[in-house]
Each structure stands twice: as C-alpha cells, then as structure tokens.
C-alpha cells in the first residue's frame, strides 16, 4: 500500500512539475512562426536524395537552426525537407541546445540534451538524453522530454523538477 501511494504521490508530483515549468514555456513570441528559418554550419553536405541535409559544427563552432527567438544548436543539424518546406531538423551533440522566448515578459526558456528534434508538421519539440528544460530557475530533467510548443501540453519520461525558493519582495 506504502509504495502505491508514493508512487502515486511521485506521478502526481511529475504532472504538476511539469505543468508549473512548461506552461509558461508554451508559447512562443507569435512573429516567430512568420520569421524565416536560417540554418548555418561550418560544414555541411549536399542535399540527399532522401531530401536530408546536414550541416555540421563543433562545440567551439555549433551548427544553428534560428526562427525568430528559436535558436537550435548542436555539433550536428540534420534537415529534412519536402517541397522547399522544413518537415524536421534533429540536433545532435554533447549537448545540443535550444532557446526561444516564450513572450515578451517572460524569461526564456532554455533545453539541453544528447538529441533536440523539432518536427515542424506537429510543432512538437522532443529532447533526448538526459534532457533538460529550464524557464527563470524552473528546470525539469528527464530521458525523454516531449514539448508542443503552441500548446500547454507536454509529457516526460521519468523526471526531477527543481523549483527555486520564492523571492523576497522589496
């Protein structure tokens, strides 16, 4: 019964955690869905036939994917097109890294992890090993972080949230 309830207790901690981290995280500045998509790499390889192509960076010299306030980089950038449209970019390097700025009043959201996906048909951004996702000292860390940026919904895997201590008012 013990170990039900603080299993129970721990999921329900998970679900408010995220919640309290990645709601404010959920929106982007509306102006970056209308922005161009710049990608820049210090090497990169010609379009596959498959329709990918990679863009390659180092730590000292990352590859970039930019949107507006969006700012993906990584040692590697993979782009998948389809019709001169971004379908998906995968970030990978030790770690990739993402930024965008949630509103104009509100601090930036920032994620680390192994891997950074952004499918940009569902608008979900998925973070893989050991991820992290972090707003104004609010940090969530998880294997597998899933992130619909236009919406408040989000889904980990197993996860530690830290909550800073409240601020003392002048």
Same mark, same amino acid.
């Given at each position: ?11 329900? %901690? ?33 379009a596959q ?25 990584g040692a ?26 949630? %509103? ?12 950074i996906s ?23 860390? %998880? ?28």
């Amino acid at each position: 019964m013990c170990r039900n309830r603080h299993l129970h207790l721990l999921l329900c %901690s998970a679900v408010v955690a995220v919640g309290l981290c990645v709601s404010d995280a959920s929106l982007a500045l509306p102006e970056d869905a209308k922005q161009a998509i710049d990608i820049d790499g210090p090497a990169g390889s010609s379009a596959q036939a498959d329709g990918w192509v990679i863009y390659k960076g180092s730590v000292a010299s990352p590859a970039k994917l930019t949107q507006g306030t969006l700012l993906i980089t990584g040692a590697e950038i993979r782009i998948l097109t389809k019709d001169k449209e971004l379908q998906l970019a995968i970030a990978t390097g030790a770690p990739a890294h993402f930024q965008q700025q949630p %509103s104009k009043d509100q601090a930036l959201v920032t994620g680390n992890g192994k891997q950074i996906s952004l499918n940009n048909n569902t608008n979900i951004l998925t973070i893989d090993g050991d991820g992290e996702l972090n707003q104004d000292g609010k940090l969530i860390q %998880s294997p597998h972080i899933e992130h619909k940026m236009n919406t408040t919904e989000s889904s980990t895997g197993p996860v530690h949230m830290t909550i800073p201590p409240k601020k003392d008012k002048p």
